[in-house]
């Protein structure tokens, strides 16, 4: 195998080894030929470790998934757990894949010998679990390369046969393209059914054998040049109609344009005189209206100082007016407020010695009856003082009655001191009480 593929290498469709799913890219990416055929591949057969327990589908790819050999689903892109009784059987990529071989020896309507190179593009349909398990299970990449290559040659064949070898040519331009929508068609109905999609489908290069390309070029040489001396003696013509165009519409513009800057110099000159005019006019108006202006203040000032003066003397009378009449206005309020001062104070002392004399009455009154009241209390709390001094007297062991007996003058003299001992208790007691 070789890298550098030369135009004229045949498209072969294969399915190719790789070690983990993430080399997939970098292989589909790699150009390999072996002989005379471009390898391309459009599956992957995966090996992977055996003790690992996980996969990583790279993305634009999807996995058809065996556990124990047997299929049971497949995975989209990304991260996911695999023991290792789970294998990727296939590894599809999504992109889309250009099948360019060529048709030889394809007989024309004349019986030349034609060679046509032919492009599909084609992708798997991988949205679809069932159709890439028909394309991976029951046609596979060898299966699709043989009937591409059979449609495709069928399909050219009888193209050119309707053809003479000086139309072949016409077989790359767009009517034949829009022809070839039904071979697509026809190619997408049978093709279907295994997850293969057609997308394009043209002729892009056409072989002619030497000596008819020879012949054809001579045609084409001729007819060409023929056109072009044609073609330049037409321009050569339009080029002296268009040069003598030039020459009068340049002198006729020229005229024009003389003309017209005359026409525009004595609308010019009227302009300016029409201005000069207007200046002088508008000088005079404008001194005019100066002179105006002066004396127009002067009159405007002196009407002023007047006005100023007769308004100063009118706010000095009415000041001097109203002056007077808030002091009058003052004094009266002021007599009328001391008036009602006065009024007020009288009612208030009339009220003061009715409100007094109201109060002792009312004490009057609640005294006289407070005395009889506490007639009764007075009298028992005499007599109850009475009874504390008897018994404060009889429980006092050193008090001694004195009397008119004949007992000695020092005894009679210690039994006074004793009683008046015993007064003097009863006087402060009687003191505390009344207080």
């Not at 009339?350 to 009241?373: D, F, P, R, V, W």
């Amino acid at each position: 195998m070789a890298l550098g593929v030369p135009s004229d290498y045949n498209t072969k469709l294969v399915v190719a080894s790789i070690w983990g799913c993430q080399t997939a890219p970098e292989r589909l990416g790699r150009l390999e030929v072996s002989g005379t055929n471009k390898l391309v591949p459009v599956a992957f057969f995966v090996t992977r470790w055996p003790s690992s327990f996980y996969v990583v589908i790279p993305t634009g790819f999807v996995a058809l998934v065996n556990r124990h050999g047997r299929y049971v689903g497949m995975w989209d892109a990304g991260y996911h757990v695999a023991p290792p009784w789970i294998s990727i059987s296939h590894l599809i990529p999504r992109q889309y894949t250009v099948y360019d071989t060529p048709v030889k020896e394809c007989p024309t309507q004349d019986n030349v010998m034609v060679t046509i190179d032919v492009t599909i593009i084609f992708r798997i349909l991988c949205d679809d679990e069932k159709s890439v398990y028909n394309f991976c299970y029951r046609l596979g990449p060898d299966k699709l390369d043989k009937m591409l290559r059979a449609f495709q040659e069928e399909a050219i064949r009888g193209m050119v046969r309707k053809r003479k070898y000086n139309e072949i040519y016409d077989l790359m331009d767009m009517d034949h393209d829009k022809q070839l929508e039904g071979t697509k068609r026809d190619l997408n109905n049978h093709f279907n059914e295994y997850g293969v999609n057609i997308v394009s489908l043209a002729v892009t290069n056409v072989h002619l054998p030497k000596q008819f390309a020879d012949t054809m070029q001579e045609e084409s040489i001729w007819a060409t040049r023929d056109e072009f001396n044609k073609l330049q003696q037409k321009f050569k013509l339009r080029k002296i109609q268009n040069d003598e165009l030039e020459a009068k519409t340049r002198q006729k513009s020229q005229e024009d344009l003389a003309e017209f800057e005359a026409e525009k110099d004595a609308v010019v000159a009227d302009k300016k005189k029409e201005f000069n005019k207007v200046k002088a006019e508008t000088a005079k108006e404008i001194a005019e209206l100066l002179e105006q202006q002066k004396a127009d203040e002067l009159s405007v000032s002196a009407q002023s100082e007047l006005l100023v003066t007769q308004i100063s003397s009118k706010r000095a009378v009415l000041e001097a007016t109203l002056r007077e009449q808030g002091r009058s206005e003052s004094s009266k309020m002021k007599i009328e407020a001391e008036t009602y001062v006065a009024l007020k104070q009288a009612d208030a002392e009339k009220a003061i010695a009715e409100n007094k004399a109201k109060c002792t009455k009312l004490s009057a009154e609640a005294e006289s009856e407070a005395a009889l009241q506490m007639a009764s209390q007075r009298k028992y709390n005499e007599k109850m003082r009475s009874l504390q001094q008897l018994r404060a007297l009889s429980e006092n062991k050193n008090v001694c009655i004195a009397g008119n007996h004949k007992d000695n003058v020092v005894t009679q003299l210690v039994a006074n001191m004793q009683q008046g001992a015993v007064m003097g208790v009863c006087n402060a007691m009687m003191t505390n009480e009344n207080a």
